[in-house]
């Protein structure tokens, strides 16, 4: 298992930024397809993008598409999720996630402590 650390979280108004990172232990990052997950209260559990070990595929939800960018750097055991055009209904509990495959990433894999993202009105 690979154990996965959160950053980045925080208050943002609506339209603005944030940059999300996740550093991973262990030397078989690049071995994970990586990707973040969000809960918002009182919500379930909703995919948010994910990336292919190389990094040379990424998928996203269509809420999503088109504001968020996921990355990540093999060389330092980190994904990130650049976070722009930030609205309101974006707020909840970022998790970062380790799978085998996109398809159990929402579900199965590790997991980070998840970091807070709060976007105001």
């Known amino acids: 298992q690979v154990q996965l650390v959160e950053s980045g979280g925080g208050l943002v108004q609506a339209g603005g930024s944030l940059r999300l990172s996740c550093a991973a232990s262990?030397?078989?990052?690049?071995?994970?397809?990586m990707g973040w997950v969000r809960q918002a209260p009182g919500k379930e559990r909703e995919f948010v993008a994910a990336?292919?070990?190389?990094?040379?595929?990424?998928y996203y939800a269509d809420s999503v598409k088109g504001r968020f960018t996921i990355s990540r750097d093999n060389a330092k055991n980190t994904v990130y999720l650049q976070m722009n055009s930030l609205k309101p209904e974006d707020t909840a509990v970022y998790y970062c996630?380790?799978?085998?495959?996109?398809?159990?990433?929402?579900?199965?894999?590790?997991w980070g402590q998840g970091t807070q993202v709060t976007v105001s009105s």
């Open positions: 996630k380790a799978a085998a495959s996109v398809a159990t990433i929402q579900d199965f894999g590790s």
């Open positions: 262990g030397r078989t990052f690049s071995s994970y397809v």
């Open positions: 990336i292919s070990t190389s990094g040379g595929t990424t």
